[in-house]
């Protein structure tokens, strides 16, 4: 696994740590516009996203939005989007994160009923493909160049 390890380094890929809950749910923490925060990572979500009490924590400039959001047992969440945030993971940075704001509870609360902590939001595949992730499961390390 070093020789991964080593070849993506040469290639400018950033080494994120995350952590395996025991809901099986991948936790990693992030930065938004500069203030910590925990996130599920999540290859199935299609956006970033964030709840609606978040906002001010993460010092977003949200909108209404016409799209509703849908998730593992949930449709039809009313949205705003708050755009152009900036996102570090590790050394990894992206000054262009759009953020989808939505009503998480359903998530949080699945998670508190494992006796697992909250989250701050969710990274989805949005930053996952703008920075071509590689996933070492193995390793429990999020790559992104």
Known sequence: MEEIQDFLKGKKYKKIKFKVLKTQHLL???????????????????????????IIKFELLAE?????????????????????????????????????????SHVNEALVSYKTKPVNGIIGADVLLQGKAIIDYANCFLYLI
């Open 28 to 54: 990693v923490t992030a930065k938004i516009n500069g203030i910590k925060g925990t996130f599920i990572l999540d290859t199935g979500a299609s956006n970033s996203c964030v709840g609606f009490e978040e």
């Open 64 to 104: 209404n939005s016409e799209t509703k959001a849908a998730g593992a047992g949930a449709t039809g969440m009313l949205t705003q989007l708050s755009q152009k945030n900036k996102l570090q993971l590790g050394r990894w940075k992206s000054e262009t994160l759009n953020l989808v704001v939505f009503d998480m």
